[in-house]
């Protein structure tokens, strides 16, 4: 393997957390549909409450926390000081349980205010109970995976994921029914019996969440436990004479965690800010419709749509997890051209993959639908001819913000995503008022948010790195490549689906069809090299096949 290759290798790395990512999102997307019947409405409502606000405290809390940790370990860790690195995990895990601990106790002693005060549902407090260990353990779970990742191991992350996933998806069926039951049986008054099953039902399917983050917490430890020889080998060579104080450690951590939370907090609030406008815009412009028909809406988008399209995009997402660290270490050694090679690869490799998913979902929307939701689907099914736009926005404005990160302008998409929410809140407003596009205004709102940034940090990497990305290899081959695709796998589509009229028979063809054309096309247009085809996994193996055929 050539020096490119092998400085590519983060690569690797992120498509195996990616894979993970993918997994973790077909469980949850089965195990929902079990789940959503036992819950029934009244239950998914207060299970969805309880985890808005859940994923509102975890995003204070942890959810910037493995990226923190891995830039300053992987930071140490390149200059070779072991032992400033492991101190940095023990300072991080006083930190994350410090902070855990704070906000697993605002959840559970708050609870009943939250939910009475503010969403007038008191039953979702059973939940939200439920749910706040868990943010104890997200804490200590996320500065663990933190230091695998800083040192450039995603493996961990990914099979605790995986597991804790798995566990999350038994548990929460099982415990929904099961309380469920116990709930009903709590209420003496036919009239509440309903609530009572419907929270209960809620906090079993929480607890599943609480579980599955136990399990991995534990698997986690067990592999920490496994290196910790290897760990202990690297600190007794160390021959570091500064020795960093934890109160030096502490600083690091706390203004580094800062910078990427507040940005982490700005660039998923959107998504939080979407409902409540939407609702009260509608409600002012359509007051005839009812609150039921404005939920069951915007329930299309995030329950579907948004489900479909994030799947893809949580690629990027893993592959900005594994470029972290392997920035900062080539950054940190002043290497300016590995640093461009890899934002090269970054970028690119997103891109190959974004661009066939966003086109399939934007082409076999309707039928992929039918196939994943069957008739409950149809609401959503004319939304995902935008899905190509939303894939290619939020993957590039993911990896993108990785980048800067990875070159310690942790400030910049702070600025660049406060700009991009400005004008998102300008622009929702005019596309649900003027031009009176219902729910598509918050499609095409949120694709305009993640154009916005992409194309700021576009300009900011540009400037602090004296960048220039080839849009020709980057942008305008993928988009060739799964333009003949999407063509294709349609055609392939409307013939079967005319000849045996089965819709989830010809959507598996059609996709499967899909995959062999964008292959070929990535070989016979040149998108993929041979020595990028090298730094992707099985990348060897893909190589000498592809030679045997003389198709490189």
Known sequence: ????????????????????????????????????????????????????????????????????????????????????????????????????????????????????????????????????????????????????????????????????????????????????????????????????????????????????????????????????????????????????????????????????????????????????????????????????????????????????TTMPIAIASALSTAIVPSLVRSYVAGDKSVVKNKIDMALKFSMIIAFPCGMGLSVLGVPINKLLFGSSGDGAAPMMVFSIFTVIAFSLSTISNAILQGIDKLKVPIKNSAISLGLHLIILPCLLIVFKLNIYGVVIGDILFGATVSVLNAMSIKKYLNYRQNMFETFVKPFICAGVMGAGCFGIYKLFNGLIKINAISTIIAIMVAVVIYALMLVITKTVTEDELLSMPKGAMIAKLMKKIHMI
């Not at 204070?60 to 995990?89: G, R």
């Open 1 to 308: 393997m050539s020096n490119k290759s092998k400085s590519n290798s983060f690569i690797i790395q992120g498509s195996i957390l990616a894979f993970a990512g993918i997994l973790v999102r077909v469980i949850g997307l089965i195990y929902r549909i079990p789940l959503n019947r036992i819950l029934g409405e009244s239950g998914m409502g207060y299970y969805g409450t309880a985890f808005e606000i859940y994923n509102v405290l975890i995003l204070l809390s942890s959810q910037s926390m493995p990226l923190a940790v891995s830039k300053i370990v992987s930071e140490k860790l390149e200059k070779k000081q072991y032992k400033n690195a492991h101190k940095v995990f023990k300072g991080a895990l006083i930190y994350g349980i410090t902070i855990g601990v704070i906000f697993g106790m605002l959840a559970f002693f708050g609870a009943d205010w939250i939910s009475v005060k503010i969403y007038k549902l008191p039953q979702v407090a059973i939940p939200l109970r439920i749910l706040a260990p868990t943010l104890t353990v997200a804490c200590v779970l996320g500065v663990l995976r933190g230091y695998f990742q800083g040192m450039g191991n995603m493996i961990p992350t990914s099979v605790s994921q995986i597991f804790e996933q798995i566990v999350n998806a038994v548990v929460s069926v099982i415990a929904a029914y099961e309380l469920g039951a116990y709930g009903y049986s709590l209420s003496k008054m036919a009239d509440e019996s309903e609530t009572f099953r419907a929270s209960y039902s809620a906090a079993g399917g929480t607890l599943g969440t609480l579980c599955g983050a136990v399990t991995a917490l534990i698997i986690m430890i067990i592999i920490l436990y496994r290196h910790f020889g290897s760990i202990n080998s690297n600190i007794r060579k160390d021959i570091t004479k500064s020795v960093d104080s934890y109160g030096t450690i502490t600083k690091v951590i706390v203004f580094t965690i800062t910078p990427v939370l507040i940005s982490t907090t700005i660039y998923n609030i959107g998504n939080l800010l979407d409902n409540p406008i939407f609702q009260n815009i509608m409600y002012s412009i359509s007051p005839e419709s009812t609150e039921a028909q404005r939920s069951a809406v915007y329930g299309n988008y995030t329950g579907i749509y948004r489900t479909l």
